[in-house]
């Protein structure tokens, strides 16, 4: 694994973008499978009042977190099919408070958001696990992030499933303590 730090724009303080070697494409392809797992056992247990639950004013509930990750993985799909097939595409960043509001996050149904987030990392998944290797070397360039391989992408997607889990579980035991 490397780390490569880039400045981001606005000059904002750098970011790190971490590429897997290629040795470590197979664990981070499990990785990145389990990410429906990992969440739908997160959300087990969690209707009405808890799935809009929200620990402080601008925060995300339940509901409207698992609807950003359908939206994304979305996103992702068709990211990581640029990589694939175009020679160093750009990759265009989305505001995701703009999907958040104008694709209404907050009358999502949570169980149908996972499903599609399910649904949709399913496929992306066959996608990656039939790449060669060399593959996920493939270079785009994010309009935010800038250089960003094959591989970049799918350790950043994978982490980004982990991350919403971790903010999840937090929800949770927030949501617990305020009862």
Same mark, same amino acid.
Request: hydrophobic residues 40%; positive net charge; aromatic residues 8%.
């Given at each position: 694994? &490397?780390?490569? %730090?880039?400045?981001?724009?606005?000059?904002?303080?750098?970011?790190?973008?971490?590429?897997?070697?290629?040795?470590?494409?197979?664990?981070?392809?499990?990785?990145?499978?389990? $990410?429906?797992?990992?969440?739908?056992?997160?959300? +087990?247990?969690?209707? $009405?009042?808890?799935?809009?639950?929200?620990?402080?004013? $601008?925060? %995300?509930?339940? &509901?409207?977190?698992?609807?950003?990750?359908?939206?994304?993985?979305?996103?992702?799909?068709?990211?990581?099919?640029?990589?694939?097939?175009?020679?160093?595409? +750009?990759?265009?960043?989305?505001?995701?408070?703009?999907?958040?509001?104008?694709?209404?996050? +907050? &009358?999502? *149904?949570?169980?149908?958001?996972?499903? +599609?987030?399910?649904? #949709?990392?399913?496929?992306?998944?066959?996608?990656?696990?039939?790449?060669?290797?060399?593959?996920?070397?493939?270079? $785009?360039?994010?309009?935010?992030?800038?250089?960003?391989? #094959?591989?970049? #992408?799918?350790?950043?997607?994978?982490?980004?499933?982990?991350?919403?889990?971790?903010?999840?579980?937090?929800?949770?035991?927030?949501?617990? *303590?305020?009862?």
């Amino acid at each position: 694994m &490397r780390l490569v %730090w880039q400045a981001s724009p606005g000059g904002a303080p750098k970011r790190c973008i971490i590429f897997s070697a290629m040795s470590d494409i197979p664990a981070l392809l499990e990785r990145f499978r389990r $990410g429906p797992e990992l969440l739908a056992v997160v959300l +087990t247990g969690v209707f $009405g009042a808890e799935e809009d639950f929200t620990p402080a004013p $601008g925060k %995300w509930s339940a &509901r409207q977190i698992i609807a950003h990750l359908a939206d994304s993985e979305l996103v992702s799909a068709h990211r990581f099919r640029q990589i694939i097939a175009e020679d160093n595409p +750009t990759i265009v960043a989305y505001d995701q408070d703009a999907w958040a509001r104008n694709l209404d996050y +907050t &009358r999502r *149904k949570p169980k149908q958001s996972l499903e +599609t987030f399910r649904r #949709l990392r399913g496929e992306n998944y066959e996608l990656l696990k039939e790449l060669p290797e060399a593959a996920f070397e493939r270079p $785009g360039n994010h309009t935010e992030r800038g250089r960003i391989t #094959l591989g970049g #992408l799918v350790e950043l997607i994978a982490g980004h499933a982990e991350s919403h889990a971790r903010q999840l579980q937090a929800l949770r035991e927030e949501y617990k *303590k305020s009862k």
